[in-house]
């Protein structure tokens, strides 16, 4: 059976089993079904048309988040507790007070195996994670994560974040004056501007409305990555790659907010 067949049932299967979950073993059941689906792609992908790869990463994107949205109604969300003690205490005056804003929880856990981060700016976080991410609407973020199954992220402005290792897919949307570093199976970048990627990947990497992208080779790596422009697949101006980039060491060492001065601008 070709890609294209063999896709289209295993989502017309997954859809139904979105449909029939009721609890969280059925939850992570789909998951793993939809992560075998993210494999065979991800094994296929190199061969596709370009055409076909933006397809089927948007409708696998679109699986992750009917999947998730299922999963908030099935699963209740465990109570959230803050990394450290003086943030906690500081809330709590902003909730006795009601004059100070309450800031957003950093992390958001879905289950044992998922966890969004999501809402949040000016925090530091340090996580390890077996399981997907999902990764928005973050600003001055430093970042680590240890590991993950695939990770989705859009709207990420002036940030560091360490991915660590990904088994899977690694998709980045509207990102802009940010860092990325991962060591992933594939990579994808769309809609985003002014951004150092320092990344290890088994495939190509993709771009697609991009410009000021710069790659840099990961230090498990042994070459800087292969880079693909979906919109100038010949010869592109919107990336540059290079062996290092300014800040990349203290990044990798510590966990620090005022990194954040390395970003690009």
Do not use: W
């Not at 010869?235 to 005022?258: H, K, P, V, W």
């Amino acid at each position: 059976m070709d890609f294209f067949n063999e896709f289209k049932l295993d989502k017309k299967e997954l859809l139904q089993l979105v449909e029939n979950a009721t609890n969280i073993n059925d939850i992570q059941s789909t998951r793993a079904k939809l992560g075998v689906m993210q494999t065979k792609f991800n094994e296929s992908a190199d061969i596709l048309p370009a055409y076909d790869q933006k397809s089927y990463t948007v409708q696998l994107a679109e699986l992750t988040r009917i999947l998730a949205e299922k999963q908030a109604t099935v699963t209740p969300a465990p109570r959230f507790s803050f990394r450290n003690k003086s943030h906690a205490k500081k809330m709590n005056v902003a909730q006795n007070s009601r004059t100070v804003q309450q800031t957003p929880p950093l992390e958001k856990h879905l289950d044992n195996t998922s966890v969004v981060i999501a809402d949040i700016s000016n925090e530091v976080c340090d996580k390890g994670v077996l399981g997907s991410l999902v990764v928005r609407n973050i600003e001055s973020i430093v970042a680590r994560i240890v590991r993950t199954s695939g990770c989705h992220a859009h709207n990420i402005r002036k940030c560091i974040i360490n991915f660590g290792n990904i088994d899977g897919s690694l998709f980045l949307q509207n990102i802009t004056n940010a860092i990325i570093v991962a060591n992933c199976h594939q990579f994808r970048m769309h809609a985003s501007e002014n951004v150092v990627v320092c990344l290890k990947t088994t495939s190509t990497a993709v771009i697609e409305d991009c410009k000021g992208i710069v790659f840099v080779k990961h230090p498990k790596s042994d070459s800087i990555p292969s880079v693909s422009d979906f919109d100038s697949p010949l010869s592109s101006d919107n990336f540059t790659t290079s062996e290092r980039y300014n800040g990349l060491d203290d990044i990798f060492d510590s966990l620090d907010i005022n990194h954040l001065k390395f970003t690009p601008h």
